[in-house]
């Protein structure tokens, strides 16, 4: 038997004793968690989902947390003499061996759900009432947390393009001086441009740079 399943936005098809890498998950080596989405179960006869098959689930076993090959991206442009750029990623994956195809009971499994690295862990079947309840209290923390972390902060509206609302956003993401950014890898600066939804704007201002000055100031 074998199921075609979806995570972290891509299709794989699996069966028991397979061993795959997929997008990070919320879970660490030596745990069992369980892929809810299931598209097709395939074996004597074949079950297509409408968009998913119900009560269907594949188990796995998460075997360690890796890396991806490293990508160089590089960008230069035409008649601007010295203008280039160089950025290396390396994808964070996890490596699961699959150990179970369920037909059906996926539900009353009790098995963790496989959920990004990004997400809340929640187990299968679980109800989504009480991650509502939780919104309010993120919200009320939010605003809280960025006035304490004001207070003894370096003022990171020197830095050029950052105005009082993308200051408040830094401080609500930890960022509270100039030497945590000067201090900054390519990774760090990925994830916060993901954070702060502006991609390639911290390197087109060249924050890290400035940062370097203003922190030996």
Known sequence: MFAVMKTGGKQYKVKAGDRLRVEKLAADAGETV????????????????????????????????????????FVKRRRKHSSKRTKGHRQQLTLVEITEILTSGADKSGVKAAVGAGSVATTAG???????????????????????????ADDLKKLSGVGPALEKKLLEAGVTSFAQIAAWTPEDVAAMD????????????GWIEQAKELAGE
């Open 126 to 152: 679980a109800a989504a009432a009480p991650k509502k309840a939780a919104k309010p209290a993120k919200t009320e923390a939010a605003p809280a947390a960025a006035a304490a972390a004001a207070e003894g």
């Open 34 to 73: 369980q892929f809810n989405d299931i598209l097709m179960l395939g074996g004597d006869s074949a079950t297509v989902g409408s968009p998913t098959v119900e009560g269907a689930a594949v188990q796995a076993t998460v075997v360690d947390q890796i890396k991806g090959e490293k990508l160089i991206h």
């Open 194 to 205: 993901e954070k702060l939804s502006f991609k390639g704007r911290i390197e087109r201002e």
